[in-house]
């Protein structure tokens, strides 16, 4: 049987939309690979201009690297350990550890903390500068403390190791300050306005012993957020009804705690 031209017609055009649509799709994908290749540029070109001798140079470029938000913060520690631009990169950070944004003011404080903790990674210049900003950081915890009334003690070494606060002026925002206190190993939030998210903030806090959270936002599954505390053998959590599941799973994943509540 003759096959019709309208029918061979309709053939061609289905095949040269097939064509055009594969021809859409991989100039998208070429679109976007180019777009993140420009974005990678552009990072890397501001990173670079954090160390212009021009201040308003300089200013520009970490104003435009704090745009980002929080999601920056990893490019700007890879370039830290590589040693690109580490001194101004650190006092970037220091700087967005004290924003409003309270993303990216944790991810810079953590993104120190952890830093500090890795040094030995770190080239001698690097490392010095990367103790400058953790004490810079330490130092702002502390006065944003001190104007909430916080009892701090330190041992003979000068170090932080108890935090007392009793305010509830004192939330979330304000527990991700203490996760720079490395060596804290007291530390007490009763009567404040913590959530079980707020409790993420003390991963770092790897020597904390004890912790009183009484009288606060967490609940008895919130509590879960503190195993990497594995040095925590106290939990007082008045007023906070701890099931039976949550007592057995912090037992198992944090030995020797103990959990006090009524």
């Known amino acids: ?19 055009l649509s594969v021809g859409a799709l991989a100039e998208e994908v070429s679109s976007t690979s180019d777009s993140s290749f420009d974005r990678t540029t552009e990072i890397d070109r501001l ?33 830290v350990r590589n040693d690109i631009a580490a001194e101004e990169i650190l006092a970037l950070l220091t700087r967005m ?5 309270s993303d990216m003011a944790a991810s810079s404080l953590r993104a120190i903390t952890n830093l500090r903790q890795h040094q030995d990674q770190l080239s001698s210049g690097t490392r010095r500068s ?21 009892v701090i003690k330190r041992d003979e070494h000068q170090n932080v190791i108890e935090v007392r606060v009793r305010s509830k002026d004192f939330g979330d925002r304000q527990l991700l300050l203490l996760s720079s ?28 012993v004890s912790l009183n959270c009484s009288d606060t936002l967490v609940t008895s599954s919130g509590l879960r957020e503190l195993e990497p505390l594995q040095q925590l053998k106290e939990v007082v959590a008045y007023r906070i009804d701890v099931t039976p599941a949550d007592r057995d799973w912090l037992r198992e994943h944090l030995p020797g705690v103990t959990i006090t509540n009524r």
Request: charged share 20%.
């Open 47 to 79: 990173i670079g201009e954090l160390t212009s001798r021009s201040f308003i140079q300089s200013d520009w470029a970490a104003r435009r690297l704090m745009s980002r938000g929080a999601s920056i913060v990893p490019r700007l520690t890879t370039a």
């Open 181 to 208: 206190l490395t060596t804290l190993h007291t530390l007490d939030l009763r009567d404040t306005k913590i959530t079980d998210a707020g409790l993420r903030h003390l991963a770092s806090l790897t020597e904390l």
């Open 97 to 101: 550890s004290e924003s409003h944004d």
């Open 130 to 150: 990367v103790e400058t900003a953790y004490r810079n950081s330490i130092r702002s915890c502390l006065a944003q403390l001190s104007l909430i009334g916080a």
């Open 1 to 19: 049987m003759p096959i019709r031209l309208p029918f061979l017609a309709a053939i061609v055009l289905c095949a040269a939309g097939i064509v």
